[in-house]
């Protein structure tokens, strides 16, 4: 019985694969993508405690945002710092990208570890991993994304502590890492927290047995395993959801300075479509502890769909995925027989005149849409034929209104001489009747 209802699953996926196919118009480019990544530092700032770590990051809407935990156990409220994550406040003002916008500093989020945004309830979900007070075992703690303020406490188990977490956002689910207690198992949680898949533990690279916040990107998670005491270096872990499994672990370089004696990276986000943010922890040379914020870019593909239509013909679709950044070129060579229509990108029309054969995108940034229409062009034949049966019909009409005419006089003529004869014939008789009474 199952084994039919397995195949039944595979077989309605398979055609519904077919009647509903889908189309992804954007994408990190392959699995490979997170490797020889280039990290740039656009963020640095003293921690604003004594033993402060910011240990967690997360993007929204309108901020970034940071989680200094103050101190371990000691009940003391931690940091939440809103960074403008663009060069305009959401009201449209002018601002400094990356700019402190807004603290708060009024809930203990215990070692505060993770945090993930939900655009869908605009909510921070916060993973503490530790649980001084034993009523917050199991348990996230979730902020409202604009005022950073504590709303409510969520218990997802008794269990174990959550390590990490991150928001599915194609899937509305979060997927968080337990901590040692859960073996350091990966689990999907729904949009309410209730556990729905175990993934288990995938591993990961070894380090100090430990692992920092994480991050979901498509189908992809990303944590940085603790390496702090290894004197390793960092590295960077590459799971896939739909494998459930370590795809590779990557080193990373994020180029320090030789006055940086030590550093220590937290958390990642992805702030824009393949565009992530790391916050690392760094000590200097004269013991000075500040926090930066480390910007990369992974390769990222885009769908240009191509759509021809020659005449009445059915259109031809073509669709070409362009590396964000690159060159593409719209060409619409000419046809025999036909001529250019129109040209539309993104049903903006192409003055012609000023491109003729191409148009060239220069620096792709999204998904695009290329309409060409050519109109076929008449044959001198069916120019000349209508020409020519006109000029028949004129002139077989133009014969035809001249016989006519000529057929009119010889009739006229016909019934004046008839007239004559007629007058004749009367004028003879009238005479004759005239003679014979004298």
């Known amino acids: ?226 390496t702090l005491f290894s004197g390793n270096g960092d590295f960077l872990n590459v799971y896939s959801l739909s494998e459930k499994k370590l795809l590779y672990y990557e080193k990373l370089d994020f180029q320090f300075e030789d006055h940086v004696t030590s550093d220590e990276p937290e958390s990642i986000c992805e702030l824009d479509p393949g565009v992530f943010l790391a916050v690392v922890n760094v000590t200097l040379s004269d013991g000075t502890k500040k926090v930066r914020l480390y910007r990369m870019e992974v390769p990222y593909q885009y769908e240009v769909e191509v759509k021809v239509q020659v005449g009445e013909d059915k259109p031809s679709v073509s669709r070409k995925t362009v590396l964000r950044g690159e060159a593409f070129d719209a060409e619409y060579p000419e046809k025999e027989g036909c001529r250019i229509a129109s040209v539309k990108i993104d049903k903006k029309e192409i003055d012609l005149e000023k491109y003729q054969s191409k148009y060239t995108l220069k620096s792709v940034q999204g998904a695009h849409t290329i309409s060409i229409v050519y109109e076929k062009k008449l044959a001198m034949w069916k120019i000349i034929l209508p020409v020519c049966v006109g000029v028949v019909l004129l002139s077989a009409g133009f014969v035809f209104y001249l016989r006519v005419l000529q057929i009119r006089r010889i009739r006229k003529r016909k019934l004046e001489a008839e007239k004559r004869r007629r007058a004749r014939i009367k004028w003879h008789n009238d005479e004759w009747n005239i003679d014979e009474i004298y």
């Open 1 to 226: 019985m199952r084994k039919k209802a397995w195949t039944f699953g595979i077989l309605t996926g398979l055609l519904l694969s077919v009647l509903c196919p889908f189309t992804v118009q954007a994408q990190i480019a392959s699995p490979q993508a997170f490797q020889n990544l280039s990290w740039k530092m656009v963020k640095e700032e003293p921690i604003e405690t004594e033993h402060g770590v910011v240990q967690s990051i997360c993007a929204t809407d309108d901020y970034i945002v940071c989680l200094e935990n103050v101190l371990d156990g000691s009940g003391q409220p931690d940091i939440v710092k809103a960074y403008y994550r663009n060069d305009k406040d959401k009201n449209g003002n002018p601002v400094e990208q990356y700019s402190l916008a807004m603290q708060v500093q009024e809930t203990d989020y215990e070692h505060a570890n993770g945090m993930a945004y939900n655009p869908n309830t605009n909510e921070i979900a916060v993973s503490l991993y530790t649980s001084y007070q034993k009523e917050n075992r199991g348990c996230l703690f979730i902020m409202d994304a604009d005022t950073l303020k504590f709303k409510r406490k969520v218990k997802v188990t008794d269990s174990y502590n959550i390590l990490g977490i991150g928001y599915d956002s194609a899937n509305d689910r979060y997927v968080i890492q337990t901590n040692a207690d859960g073996g350091y198992q990966f689990k999907i949680l729904n949009n309410e927290f209730q556990v729905t898949e175990d993934l288990g533990d995938l591993g990961g690279y070894a380090g100090d047995g430990n692992y920092q916040d994480l991050c979901v990107t498509e189908d992809y998670v990303l944590n940085f395993p603790l």
